[in-house]
Each structure stands twice: as C-alpha cells, then as structure tokens.
C-alpha cells in the first residue's frame, strides 16, 4: 500500500516567516491533497494536485507536485496565528477519485507571535 | 447550511464494553466516509459508503468493528468489546459526488478505552 511521509513532523515559526512543508509517497501520486486541521473543525481542504509540475495557489498558501509526482510541498509565506494547526496530505492510490485517502501523519505548525 | 456534525464529541469508555458512534451528513450528499486518527498516526480510512450500494469495508481493522447508514442519512459506527487501541479520534466526511475533494469533514469524536 501506498505510504506517505511528511516532513517535519512539527514545526514553530515566528509571524511573519515563511515555510514549507513536505509531502513524499512511495508510489506514483495520482491525486495529492492537502488538509488542515484545527482542534474541534475537522478538516477543512485545502488544496488537489493531479498533474506533475502542477503549483496551486490559495491565499498565503501554495501547494506544488514534482514532476515525477512522487513529492509535493505545500508553502506558507508570511505566516500568521490563522496558520497554526495540522497539516496533512492526503494520497488518492488508485486514481479517478478514489473511496479513501491515504494519508500522513501530519505536520503540527505552530506560530510564534 | 449545517456541516456535517458527530456525537458524541467525546467518549470514555471501559475495555469491553460496546461504543455506538453517530455521523449526520450534510443533506443531500450521496457518500459517506469514516476515518480513524490514533495518536501519533495519520488519518486511516475504515468504510465508505456511496449511496445504496454495499460500503466498502477494506478498511475496517477487526471484525468487532462496523458500521451502518440507511439510504443517505445518519450512520453510526460501533465498536463492539472495545480494546485501549481503539482509542482514537473518528472522523466522519460526506461528499456530495464521489471523489475526495469535495468531502467535508466533521469535528470527530475522540474515543478514550480505559
């Protein structure tokens, strides 16, 4: 089965810095998504990337997959306090929209102000 | 509109007693997905159901584990004779179509087997 590995396991940052976040799996990745996780509110998506070389954009927060599509990261430019909570990666193994995710164990991020 | 909400939020339970947990999608979503995160590990799928087919079970880790959903509404997970692994946060998600990026997630449950 598919195993995904995220790295660093946690994170602390000062306000204002940016950061990255790295997402590698043991196969091919037919769809990549990110998820953040704030104690309480579930998961909230993020972002999806299918093609390799794909970069995606919402707000502060940019999400890539490598051309190989075996790696992606996920980076935060000015972080803020809103930042804060877990992030986790998700791996579709099967692709077309797969039943469920195998996913990270997740980046804990904490923000410093 | 309302999300999809779990009950309990929390859950204390002694090792072998039986644990009933509760999902409420949000209406009109055709899929239902139930999810495990035990401490230190990351999400691990266990049913997922799409309608009125036969849910896809792969997932669930032991026979004293199953789950339930009438046509498109409520669910329930139980956990029979509960073990301290069991311990753990269910996460429930419904998506409106098939596919993972459209699944809205609930707050979980958090399940503590003494």
């Known amino acids: 089965s598919q195993e995904l590995e995220q790295s660093p396991q946690s994170l602390i940052v000062q306000e204002g810095k940016n950061l990255t976040i790295n997402c590698t799996s043991s196969k091919t990745l037919y769809g990549l998504y990110w998820y953040k996780q704030k104690y309480g509110e579930g998961l909230i998506f993020l972002m999806m990337?299918?093609?390799?070389?794909e970069e995606k954009s919402h707000e502060k927060i940019t999400a890539k997959l490598d051309e190989k599509k075996q790696q992606s990261s996920l980076h935060i430019t000015a972080s803020q306090p809103s930042h804060a909570g877990i992030y986790l990666c998700g791996a579709d193994e099967a692709g077309g929209g797969a039943d469920g995710l195998t996913f990270g164990k997740g980046t804990h991020l904490i923000i410093q102000p | 509109g309302a999300g999809v909400s779990q009950s309990p939020s929390n859950k204390v339970t002694e090792k072998g007693k039986d644990v009933e947990l509760r999902c409420d999608p949000i209406s009109g979503h055709t899929a239902l997905y139930w999810y495990r995160q035990r401490l230190g590990q990351g999400l691990e799928f266990l049913i997922y159901f799409q309608g009125n087919s036969a849910p896809d079970k792969s997932g669930l880790p032991s026979d004293r584990f199953s789950a339930e959903r009438t046509g498109e509404s409520v669910s329930t997970l139980t956990i029979q004779r509960t073990q301290q692994e069991d311990s753990a946060v269910y996460l429930c998600?419904?998506?409106?179509?098939?596919?993972?990026?459209?699944?809205?997630f609930g707050p979980g449950t958090r399940l503590l087997v003494l």
């Open positions: 998600a419904s998506s409106l179509v098939r596919g993972p990026e459209t699944q809205y």
């Open positions: 990337l299918q093609k390799g070389g």
